[in-house]
């Protein structure tokens, strides 16, 4: 079953994904999940949606893509064991270390390798798939060739952002550690965790400073190009059809930062698009002017989302 899942960063998010026609969705835990903590839910909002969505026959994964310190590991598997129990169809993880703990702690729960993991071959898949993930994330600067190189060589199932790299910049997703420089804040909540505000990977949010505007000196020389620390992607359209062909089982709708009107009209629009491509259609240019509206809002509303993180990465 090819499943299209969206973003749940509020509970009501949540839910307009999976009425707009999402079959999955996906959600973090506050403090767990490279967000900032407006866009991620209290363990009661999660086991609420989880309960909204049990008699609908919605499937929810829950995203704990951070680096614990090791104290913090215990805590961490408690929540993966307790949403587990709660009804979620799996979760998503970065730290190698942590995916092996919970696959011996759940054997049966799907395991995503986050896009956050930083993948960059098919070794790196095969790593993680020793550890014991059964899904990975594939990262969105891949395209079509990537996917054609790896499909045989694993059995792990595919799972593909609606999102395209239209050019690739000098910062893998996943890997930039740089933004926690700017601000070293660390703030420990109630339970212990601590939240190193900038630092993405530490359950802060990062500030983006890959999309501010950066000079290159070059021998005290001002270089005549400006440096794209971080390729900017846009929203998949064309390769759908070939994604689908490839075997992709899973297409994830990003967005837990945008407004919830935004993310319904998305999943209603990929809802269409996935749906004309798996009754056979290969030609998607029909559904090209809803597209270039759709990117057309997505970039309005992660210009003023990046403009405000950069502004407070620099007070």
């Not at 790196?124 to 993930?133: K, L, N, Q, R, S």
């Not at 994604?243 to 993310?263: C, Q």
């Not at 629009?269 to 996935?274: D, I, K, P």
Request: glycine content about 10%; hydrophobic content about 40%; charged content about 30%.
């Amino acid at each position: 079953m090819t499943v299209l899942m969206g973003p749940g960063g509020t509970l009501n998010m949540a839910i307009t994904a999976l009425e707009r026609g999402c079959e999955s969705v996906f959600v973090g835990p506050k403090g767990w999940s490279r967000r900032p903590a407006s866009d991620e839910l209290y363990d009661e909002e999660i086991r609420d949606l989880l309960d909204w969505g049990r008699p609908r026959g919605k499937d929810i994964r829950v995203a704990v893509n951070v680096m614990p310190e090791p104290a913090e590991i215990p805590q961490m598997l408690a929540k993966i064991e307790r949403y587990a129990e709660w009804g979620a169809g799996g979760v998503m993880l970065c730290d190698p270390g942590c995916i092996a703990l919970v696959r011996r702690l759940l054997p049966d729960i799907d395991i995503h390798v986050s896009v956050t993991a930083g993948i960059f071959n098919f070794r790196d898949i095969a790593f993680y798939e020793e550890m014991g993930a059964n899904i990975v994330v594939i990262p969105y600067r891949w395209g079509v060739q990537e996917l054609e190189e790896i499909r045989d060589k694993t059995d792990m199932r595919l799972e593909a952002f609606m999102f395209q790299a239209t050019k690739r910049g000098r910062i893998c997703p996943g890997r930039c550690y740089s933004s926690s420089y700017f601000q070293i804040v660390h703030n420990r909540d109630e339970q212990g965790k601590d939240q190193h505000i900038g630092s993405a990977s530490r359950g802060g949010s990062c500030y983006r400073i890959c999309r501010a505007k950066w000079d290159l000196n070059i021998d005290d020389r001002l270089h005549p190009e400006t440096p794209d620390l971080k390729a900017t992607p846009e929203l998949l359209l064309w390769e759908l059809p070939e994604y689908v062909a490839l075997g992709v089982d899973r297409f994830k709708i990003p967005g837990r930062e945008r407004s919830p009107g935004l993310v319904g009209d998305l999943c209603a629009f990929y809802r269409r698009a996935l749906d004309h491509v798996l009754a056979g259609g290969v030609d998607v240019s029909a559904l090209a002017p809803e597209w270039n509206e759709i990117r057309a809002r997505w970039t309005r509303e992660r210009g003023r989302r990046d403009d405000g993180r950069i502004a407070h990465a620099a007070e």
